[in-house]
């Protein structure tokens, strides 16, 4: 019946050994856990943050572009009002040269008709003709030219609406996409604070978590053993008996 007492006892021994050998090290088990599944945590905010500060730069960028966009339509449109204003000048300058060169017509007519009438005074007649002749021709090369001014200048004005026109479609354009990537910032940063908030509870949680396992490893470690020591006591006054008996 002893013997059968020593053996239960030692079985019991040897599970309070065993649950102390399960025990042992727990709480830094359960913070390498703990600091594993942080890291993890912090490497996606980590990336989320990235992402956003991506999105930060493309913003910027697209800003930086509606920017110069806008500049160079201000310039454009003040060539525009330039051009506009040469066109008209040319324009009105034509027409008085036009007129001016007519007028010159028929004062030549005149002048033939008198040349015609008033053989004795040819002569001057003839030079007023021909200073009217040289005139007209100048004032034709002047109209030429003005003419071509003004062709050149409405070319100019047509290249440049051109160009205006395509950069109102590309400023509409950025600011379409400007928009939209405004909008997945903001929701990449409700992500970034969510997972910032979902972390520190998490981090506060594990936390507590670790701090469990260190005091009740602490207190099982205590427990388990004075069990032992007290089975290991009885263990010896048994055997005592037993070598008293015998």
């Known amino acids: 019946m002893i013997e059968v007492s020593i053996e239960a006892l030692n079985i019991v021994k040897t599970a309070i050994s065993n649950f102390q050998t399960d025990i042992s090290d727990i709480s830094a088990k359960s913070k390498n856990i703990a600091e594993s599944i942080m890291a993890d945590g912090k490497s996606k905010i980590s990336a989320t943050e990235n992402v956003a500060l991506n999105m930060e730069t493309n913003i910027k ?64 007649l003839q030079n007023e003709i021909s200073s009217l002749e040289n005139e007209i021709l100048h004032s034709r090369r002047e109209l030429s030219e003005n003419k071509n001014s003004l062709n050149d200048a409405e070319k100019r004005k047509i290249e440049f609406q051109s160009r205006e026109k395509n950069l109102e479609h590309q400023r509409e354009d950025l600011r379409t996409d400007l928009s939209v990537q405004k909008n997945r910032y903001n929701l990449q940063k409700n992500k970034l604070d969510r997972l910032n908030k979902a972390y520190k509870k998490m981090e506060d949680d594990l936390n507590a978590y670790v701090s469990a396992t260190q005091k009740f490893e602490t207190s099982s470690e205590n427990v388990t053993q004075r069990n032992k020591n007290a089975i290991e006591q009885c263990i010896e006054s048994i055997d005592g008996y037993m070598a008293t008996s015998i």
């Open 61 to 124: 960028k697209i800003e930086d572009n509606i920017y110069h966009t806008e500049e160079e339509l201000r310039q454009i449109k003040n060539k525009i009002g330039k051009l506009e204003k040469n066109i008209l000048f040319f324009d009105e300058r034509s027409m008085y040269i036009e007129s001016h060169i007519n007028a010159m017509e028929e004062q030549k007519m005149v002048l033939n008709r008198q040349l015609v009438d008033d053989e004795d005074d040819g002569l001057r």
